[in-house]
């Protein structure tokens, strides 16, 4: 029998075309979003345009990356991944640079980097692995377990303060415990824990962490002071109306009202630009991000991999939530960046990894089907 080999475009086809057909879609709508929005919000600043899509290649191609990955490869990665992430926030905890009152930055000669990104794809990783390496014989210790893994990188960076990065990551590991398998009673009764130790929480919070949630309450209390970020933001979001105002014409955002404009406050400028039905818009292509992740997740070819991928599709979620949320008033603002939107490098790659990962993992169950 005459065997045909195979063309070498057939050989490099399926390490080429690692993406997701509909996360791909999907990502290419929101870059051309991205982008639009960025030129017309970057107006005033020089070179920002250039560097966000620049941030957004170098994203991509990270996804690429992660999208090629096995999954084997993936699993043996989690628990390096963790131990460097624990080691480098340690070293920023004894050496790290004070900017702004924070210290989160870690200063290697060369560059600069911020380990507490790198917390949030190494602890889903690391829980995800515990849960593999336990299944079929999960007890209540081993939740205790990771409560305790997710726990010290947490307040690791709760310390630094970044509240923002504290709460990703600490959803990604909360993510992970409850596909995990956690009781709904210890649920329930982890929240009821958490609404009686509010007073104590409060007291031991950073006077601007306290702030923020006074002026998430009642701006107006401080129209021109901490309470400017929030009364401009949903004065843009309203002042956009049905269709929005149009590309480009956004008073708001060129008139310089909205703080932080290209980064964290960016849905401001693009509800004003594209009112309810352009909000509508973005709010669904996220939707069927998340849809797609879930559907990767749920048909993951193992527990770690079932795990992993809802974790990642659910910090997207908690992404655009947050900020979407804080934008419109109804959370504090707590630095969470637009998924694929806000300017910033090291979000953005941190976001590609994610998204990479788990085409990984819808590509490799296609693989072991066929």
Same mark, same amino acid.
């Given at each position: 029998?005459?065997?045909?080999?195979?063309?070498?475009?057939?050989?490099?086809?399926?390490?080429?075309?690692?993406?997701?057909?509909?996360?791909?879609?999907?990502?290419?709508?929101?870059?051309?979003?991205?982008?639009?929005?960025?030129?017309?919000?970057?107006?005033?600043?020089?070179?920002?345009?250039?560097?966000?899509?620049?941030?957004?290649?170098?994203?991509?191609?990270?996804?690429?990356?992660?999208?090629?990955?096995?999954?084997?490869?993936?699993?043996?990665?989690?628990?390096?991944?963790?131990?460097?992430?624990?080691?480098?926030?340690?070293?920023?905890?004894?050496?790290?640079?004070?900017?702004?009152?924070?210290?989160?930055?870690?200063?290697?000669?060369?560059?600069?980097?911020?380990?507490?990104?790198?917390?949030?794809?190494?602890?889903?990783?690391?829980?995800?692995?515990?849960?593999?390496?336990?299944?079929?014989?999960?007890?209540?210790?081993?939740?205790?377990?990771?409560?305790?893994?997710?726990?010290?990188?947490? =307040? !690791? *960076?709760?310390?630094?303060?970044? &509240?923002?990065?504290? @709460? #990703? %990551?600490?959803?990604? +590991? $909360?993510?992970?415990?409850?596909?995990?398998?956690?009781?709904?009673?210890?649920?329930?009764?982890?929240?009821?824990?958490?609404?009686?130790?509010?007073?104590?929480?409060?007291?031991?919070?950073?006077?601007?962490?306290?702030?923020?949630?006074?002026?998430?309450?009642?701006?107006?209390?401080?129209?021109?002071?901490?309470?400017?970020?929030?009364?401009?933001?949903?004065?843009?979001?309203?002042?956009?109306?049905?269709?929005?105002?149009?590309?480009?014409?956004?008073?708001?955002?060129?008139?310089?009202?909205?703080?932080?404009?290209?980064?964290?406050?960016?849905?401001?400028?693009?509800?004003?630009?594209? =009112? !309810? *039905?352009?909000?509508?818009?973005? &709010?669904?292509?996220? @939707? #069927? %991000?998340?849809?797609? +992740? $879930?559907?990767?997740?749920?048909?993951?070819?193992?527990?770690?991999?079932?795990?992993?991928?809802?974790?990642?599709?659910?910090?997207?979620?908690?992404?655009?939530?947050?900020?979407?949320?804080?934008?419109?008033?109804?959370?504090?603002?707590?630095?969470?960046?637009?998924?694929?939107?806000?300017?910033?490098?090291?979000?953005?790659?941190?976001?590609?990894?994610?998204?990479?990962?788990?085409?990984?993992?819808?590509?490799?169950?296609?693989?072991?089907?066929?």
């Amino acid at each position: 029998m005459i065997h045909d080999k195979p063309s070498l475009l057939a050989r490099i086809r399926p390490h080429v075309l690692v993406f997701d057909a509909t996360l791909l879609t999907a990502l290419t709508l929101l870059v051309a979003m991205s982008l639009m929005t960025m030129h017309s919000a970057a107006l005033d600043f020089d070179g920002r345009m250039g560097d966000h899509a620049r941030n957004l290649f170098i994203a991509f191609a990270v996804m690429w990356v992660a999208a090629s990955l096995p999954l084997q490869w993936i699993q043996r990665s989690a628990v390096p991944a963790y131990a460097l992430g624990l080691a480098l926030l340690v070293a920023v905890a004894l050496f790290g640079d004070v900017a702004k009152g924070a210290r989160r930055w870690l200063d290697l000669g060369v560059t600069r980097i911020q380990p507490s990104e790198l917390m949030k794809i190494a602890m889903p990783l690391m829980l995800a692995w515990y849960f593999q390496r336990r299944e079929g014989a999960r007890g209540w210790v081993d939740f205790v377990v990771a409560g305790l893994l997710l726990a010290v990188p947490v =307040g !690791l *960076i709760a310390r630094q303060p970044d &509240l923002g990065t504290a @709460l #990703l %990551v600490s959803s990604a +590991g $909360l993510y992970v415990i409850f596909l995990g398998g956690l009781s709904w009673k210890v649920i329930a009764g982890g929240i009821v824990a958490g609404l009686a130790s509010l007073p104590v929480l409060w007291s031991v919070m950073h006077d601007y962490q306290r702030q923020r949630i006074l002026m998430m309450i009642d701006p107006s209390s401080d129209p021109l002071g901490k309470g400017f970020h929030v009364i401009q933001s949903t004065i843009a979001v309203g002042s956009g109306g049905i269709w929005g105002k149009g590309w480009m014409e956004g008073t708001q955002a060129h008139l310089e009202f909205i703080p932080e404009r290209t980064t964290d406050f960016i849905f401001a400028v693009f509800s004003e630009e594209f =009112g !309810l *039905i352009g909000n509508a818009t973005l &709010l669904a292509i996220y @939707l #069927l %991000v998340i849809g797609r +992740g $879930l559907v990767i997740a749920a048909n993951g070819a193992t527990l770690f991999a079932r795990l992993l991928a809802g974790a990642i599709t659910l910090v997207f979620f908690t992404y655009a939530f947050v900020n979407v949320g804080m934008v419109s008033g109804i959370l504090p603002v707590v630095g969470v960046p637009l998924p694929l939107m806000s300017y910033g490098g090291t979000a953005m790659v941190t976001l590609g990894i994610g998204l990479g990962l788990l085409m990984s993992i819808g590509r490799q169950r296609k693989l072991i089907q066929t």
